[in-house]
């Protein structure tokens, strides 16, 4: 969409992303500076940085959580979110992004979107995209489920286009699609059809549900299934 109108119109889309609890955004591209993909740079004041669960900075190019520190600043009055929240005085807004060596910042997902399989982060969103590429897909949503051997693989729910079966050769159809998309690591090893997805009422995706659901099924980390709810 971003490249769509820029193709149109000639002008650059702005982005940026801010945090109801900070009152502010964050990170954002001055006129002219957007990087393709890129939400943008640290907004002057405030400073940003990704890193692992213990608050030390990652690599560039490395997925991570974002801490950000500036002048203002997430305070719960007598909450427990609070600590979740603020830690050693950066605000954790709960987004997972990389940044690269000139200092842009690019969103992979939510902390609880992300999916650890076999030591890779894996981006549901990321993954979600690919999918909807293929003509047969008409919506997906896509989360992590427990596995013995990789900590957790990736699964796709998925609603298909009137005429197409959800059956093993549409499995494998799907998976050969992902890895030839964005990369092998990634493809779901589960892809369960159904004929809806749960969706509020402004319609967006309630992955938590999708979880839930996944964490009750006794066939959640079964190669694949077929099962219409």
């Known amino acids: ?22 009152f502010h955004i964050f990170i954002s591209s001055p006129g002219g500076e957007s990087r393709r993909g890129a939400i943008g740079k ?21 997925v991570g959580k974002l801490a950000v520190i500036g002048p203002t600043g997430c305070k719960y009055l007598d909450d427990p979110r609070q ?3 603020v830690k050693d ?14 200092g842009y910042f690019f969103y992979q997902a939510r902390d609880d979107d992300m ?16 999918l909807l590429r293929h003509p047969a897909v008409a919506e997906c949503g896509v989360i992590g489920v427990p596995d013995e051997e990789r900590g957790m693989v990736v699964k796709a729910i998925c609603v298909l286009k009137p005429g197409h079966t959800g059956d093993a050769a549409m499995v494998k159809t799907l998976q050969d699609h992902v890895k030839a998309t964005i990369a092998p690591f990634k493809y779901p ?36 299934s077929t099962k219409k709810t």
């Open 115 to 130: 999916i650890i399989t076999a030591g890779y982060n894996v981006g549901g969103p990321e993954v979600e995209d690919a």
């Open 42 to 62: 640290v907004v002057p004041g405030y400073i940003a940085k990704v890193v692992d669960d213990d608050g030390n900075e990652l690599p560039r190019g490395t």
């Open 189 to 224: 090893r589960v892809v369960e059809f159904v004929t809806a997805l749960p969706r509020t009422e402004t319609g967006k995706l309630q992955r938590f549900k999708l979880r839930q659901g996944a964490a009750a099924s006794p066939s959640a980390t079964s190669p694949t």
């Open 89 to 102: 005085g950066w605000n954790y807004p709960g987004d997972a992004f990389t940044q690269d060596a000139d």
């Open 1 to 22: 969409t971003r490249q769509l109108w820029k193709e149109a119109t000639g002008l650059d889309m702005t982005d940026g992303i801010g945090a109801t609890e900070m």
């Open 83 to 85: 600590a979740k929240y």
